[in-house]
């Protein structure tokens, strides 16, 4: 098959809807498709800016939410242009839509269409406080949701309650396939752990604490500086390392201050994903702290798949797909959201005894390896895409 991965935002950017097309990519690819992206990023500079990112400022300063909606409405615009001049001479079999606005622009070309829904938009708009909880633009954004779910072939999710809330909002039933990673990339090279801290600047007997998340209130990046303290009771050369980029980072900055560890917390910033690994293999643990916040859940995190499949003990909050992917105890520890200190005794627990931490390791790598390949995942996908097309 011909097949166009589309999306309404960057490509690539940091974040897990570029490592997730990446990776799909890849997998389809091995399977002997033929796969190309077109997104947001492919519209030029100055329409993106000027045309659809500019008077959204405008417009959200004249009432909250009115220029998130108008983004929106204009990337779906953009999106439509550009899919319409791919298909026009690229004879594609299949477009695979990665969000609500793309599939809606991708409904108005002649190809079939399959929508892969990573999330909530609408509540995810009000988590973040982009729009209003009941406001004509929270509306609009249902709506939307819900027109692109009923209208496309097949729907896709990355985790049951997704499946769930689409089956609940439009009656659509639609087909859950977790999120996957590439296993080739994403393996254990603890062995270079020396040369990766000696490379970023951090000491060998530091005790670190990696968290690879966004910097936003959902991913609870507040909580590892909020449980820093005790663990540093019993181990004094415990670090929290932050790879990412978001609102919270002053709050956040601003806290480690008040509690005094400020030098034993590393914000580092937007990493490039090549580069992530290297960043697994010099921790000690990996932490995914997402908490539950306005009706939006964790789905099948990307980070805490990556961090399994490269070998670095995981602890995780106990919401959404977190809980499907993390089996307590066995491979990994799953702690109660937002609680400080049952994420202080597990991150204590794995600094105490490498031995057990290893052994979660290992199981969560193998179970990486059988159950979220990419290749396997794309096999889901290529069954999916038949069915689509009426060849299954």
């Known amino acids: 098959m011909k097949i166009l991965l589309a999306t309404a935002y960057d490509y690539p950017h940091l974040g897990g809807l570029s490592v997730h097309l990446t990776t799909l990519k890849a997998g389809l690819e091995s399977r002997g498709h033929s796969v190309d992206i077109v997104s947001f990023s492919d519209v030029p500079k100055w329409k993106r800016d000027g045309v659809v990112r500019g008077p959204a400022f405008v ?40 969000d609500a606005f793309t599939t809606l622009a991708a409904l108005e070309s002649d190809v079939p269409v399959v929508s892969t829904v990573h999330g909530y938009l609408t509540f995810e708009g009000i988590s973040k406080g982009t729009v209003i909880e009941g406001s004509v633009e929270a509306d609009q954004l249902m709506e939307a949701e819900r027109q692109s779910y009923k209208a496309t072939r097949e729907v896709i999710t990355v985790d049951t309650r997704i499946k769930d809330y689409i089956e609940k909002e439009t009656g659509v039933v639609g087909n859950m396939i977790k999120n996957f990673i590439d296993v080739e990339s994403f393996k254990p090279e603890m062995e270079r752990r020396d040369e990766f801290r000696e490379k970023y600047g951090f000491a060998k007997d530091d005790m670190i604490f990696f968290v690879p998340r966004r910097l936003t209130k959902k991913n609870g990046v507040i909580y590892p500086i909020l449980s820093l303290p005790a663990v540093l009771e019993k181990f004094p050369k ?9 609102e919270m980072a002053d709050e956040m900055k601003a806290k480690a201050n008040e509690l005094g560890i400020s030098d034993r917390v590393t914000l580092v910033g937007a990493v490039d994903h090549s580069d992530i690994l290297e960043y697994y293999a010099l921790a000690n643990v990996a932490l995914v702290p997402s908490i539950y916040s306005a009706g939006v859940e964790e789905a099948t995190s990307i980070s805490a798949l990556e961090a399994m499949g490269s070998g670095a003990p995981l602890i995780a909050c106990a919401v959404g797909g977190l809980k499907e992917i993390i089996d307590d105890g066995v491979d990994g520890l799953l702690v109660e959201e937002q609680n400080v200190e049952a994420l202080s005794d597990a991150m204590i627990r794995l600094l105490e005894d490498p031995v057990y931490a290893q052994k979660l390791a290992d199981a969560a790598r193998a179970k990486i390896v059988a159950d979220y390949s990419h290749f396997a995942a794309a096999e889901k996908y290529e069954a999916i895409y038949l069915k689509a097309l009426g060849k299954q």
Request: zero cysteines.
């Open 238 to 246: 415990a670090r929290v390392v932050f790879a990412g980029t978001g």
């Open 59 to 98: 417009f959200n300063k004249v009432k909250k939410g009115s220029g998130y909606v108008w983004t929106l409405k204009r990337r779906k615009d953009e999106l439509e242009s550009l899919i319409k001049e791919k298909v026009k001479d690229g004879g594609y079999d299949l477009i695979n839509a990665q």
